[in-house]
């Protein structure tokens, strides 16, 4: 009696964790590391080198996805608030980072773009990102919520005209910033071996994870991404949610601005987070969140970020080339968000209750 007892303890414990929201991304990755641990087991070796600055830092594979990766989190976060709410998504967020370092670069660049000393605080220039890349999130906010466009034509505009408008704010140069602390933001920090942009996600991780408990932000929008009208009905705006959400995802734009402006002192208006906004879909999908809107699990879409990272990152070194690589990352992204997806788990759950039926008959 007890082990049947047991038994079905376990049984439900396992169903539970596979129905779990984050078991997919978290499988995908453990996936990965198998992979990565039979074609190379050096992979997850960590050594301590010195940098071109001549501190000694952490370097590795690990290391390299948990950097690179940062961005893509960042920006997953903001982007399932968008879904959620909207039921669409924002394909402009890489033309609106290449706006945010520009800004950045302005204000600290002024008038000439090979400064010897920056002419205003950092933390000035990254403010006035806030400002700018807020702004331009509450004009696809007002799109989608007050002119009933859908978010991927809302956000083409700036999808199309961004670039432009990040070369034209620095008069077509490429300014540059000679300040060695100006590099810590997207490198490393004197005595400290692990690379900043870490730091960083984790305080946007902790930031958001507060607001989401403290306040009644994953309330609101999981209800006006369900269901507009009902939420309308109990006192809910559904269009001020809808801009508020773009205006976080743009806050989170301006964050990975500074991140990439920082990592090379300069920009480049035609590859700086190039594509990045297909990457932070896949990362909400791969999560396992409905695209459609509603209900999100912010983690699984955190995960889902490190993930796709680690996919590029395995790519990378088994050989593939860069042109290649959206190819293979579709092909393998694609089935993971088809195995997550709620139709296929759904006949999943009912296949296993067939062969448990039958089984109990026999």
């Known amino acids: 009696m007890a082990g049947n007892e047991t038994k079905t303890a376990s049984a439900v414990s396992l169903k539970n964790l596979v129905r779990n929201q984050c078991f997919i991304p ?5 996936l990965l590391a198998v992979f990565n641990l039979i074609v190379d087991p050096t992979f997850f070796k960590i050594t301590v080198v010195t940098n071109s600055a001549g501190n000694a830092v952490l370097s590795g594979f690990i290391i390299d996805i948990l950097n690179n990766g940062s961005e893509l989190a960042i920006l997953a976060i903001g982007m399932t608030l968008v879904t959620a709410a909207s039921g669409g998504q924002d394909i402009s967020v890489g033309a609106a980072t290449a706006i945010a370092g520009s800004v950045i670069l302005r204000v600290l660049c002024g008038g000439n773009a090979r400064p ?3 002419q205003a605080p950092i933390i000035v220039a990254f403010l006035v990102a806030c400002v700018v890349a807020a702004l331009f999130g509450a004009f696809n906010g007002v799109l989608v919520a007050y002119f009933k466009i859908q978010p991927m034509i809302a956000t083409l505009i700036l999808y199309t005209a961004g670039r432009s408008i990040a070369a034209w704010i620095n008069n077509n140069e490429l300014p540059v910033i000679s300040d ?3 590099g810590y933001f997207g490198g490393f920090i004197p005595g400290v071996p692990i690379p900043t942009p870490v730091f960083i996600t984790i ?3 902790v930031i958001i994870g507060i607001t989401l408990k403290m306040t009644n932000l994953r309330l609101y929008t999981q209800a006006v991404g369900i269901n507009q009208s009902s939420s309308k009905l109990n006192g809910l705006n559904p269009e001020l949610i809808k801009v508020m959400a773009f205006v976080i995802l743009g806050l989170c734009v301006a964050v990975v601005g500074l991140i990439k402006v920082s990592r090379i002192s300069s920009i480049n ?3 700086i987070a190039k594509d990045i906004e297909m990457d932070a879909i896949l990362a909400v999908a791969l999560g396992g969140n409905a695209l459609s809107g509603g209900k999100f699990n912010m983690a699984a879409s955190i995960i889902g970020a490190y993930v796709i990272q680690c996919l590029t990152t395995t790519l990378i070194k088994v050989g593939v080339a860069s042109t290649a690589l ?3 990352k ?3 992204v694609i089935v993971l968000v088809v195995v997550s997806a709620p139709a296929v788990r759904e006949w999943f759950t009912s296949l296993t209750k067939k062969i448990k039926l039958k089984g109990e008959v026999a």
Do not use: D, K, N, R
């Not at 978290?26 to 453990?30: P, V």
């Open 116 to 118: 010897e000393t920056m």
């Open 269 to 271: 208006y035609s590859v």
């Open 180 to 182: 060695l602390e100006f």
């Open 26 to 30: 978290i499988a995908a990755l453990l």
């Open 330 to 332: 579709a092909v393998v």
């Open 203 to 205: 305080a946007c991780i």
């Open 326 to 328: 959206p190819a293979y």
